[in-house]
C-alpha cells in the first residue's frame, strides 16, 4: 500500500460538556450492563469487533 502524506481526515474535538455527557451516559448504563449475562455482554464486544477487523488496512492507513 502506497504511502500517502498529507491531512486525510479533519474532526472536531470534544469539549468538556461532551465529555460530561459521555461520562453521565457510563455511569447511567453501568448498573444495566453489570446486570447483564457475560455471554451476552461478550457477543456485543464481538459484534463491535467484527467491523474494525474487517477494515483493519483500512483504519491503519487513515491513522
Same mark, same amino acid.
Request: no cysteine; charged share 25%.
Given at each position: 500500500?502506497?504511502?500517502?502524506?498529507?491531512?486525510?481526515?479533519?474532526?472536531?474535538?470534544?469539549?468538556?460538556?461532551?465529555?460530561?455527557? $459521555?461520562?453521565?451516559?457510563?455511569?447511567?448504563?453501568?448498573?444495566?450492563?453489570? $446486570?447483564?449475562?457475560?455471554? /451476552?455482554?461478550?457477543?456485543?464486544?464481538? /459484534?463491535?469487533?467484527?467491523?474494525?477487523?474487517?477494515?483493519?488496512?483500512?483504519?491503519?492507513?487513515?491513522?
Amino acid at each position: 500500500m502506497p504511502i500517502v502524506s498529507g491531512v486525510q481526515r479533519k474532526l472536531d474535538l470534544g469539549d468538556a460538556t461532551a465529555m460530561q455527557k $459521555a461520562i453521565d451516559a457510563v455511569w447511567a448504563a453501568q448498573p444495566e450492563w453489570a $446486570a447483564t449475562n457475560p455471554q /451476552k455482554r461478550a457477543r456485543v464486544f464481538f /459484534k463491535f469487533k467484527e467491523p474494525v477487523e474487517v477494515s483493519m488496512d483500512e483504519l491503519v492507513h487513515t491513522l
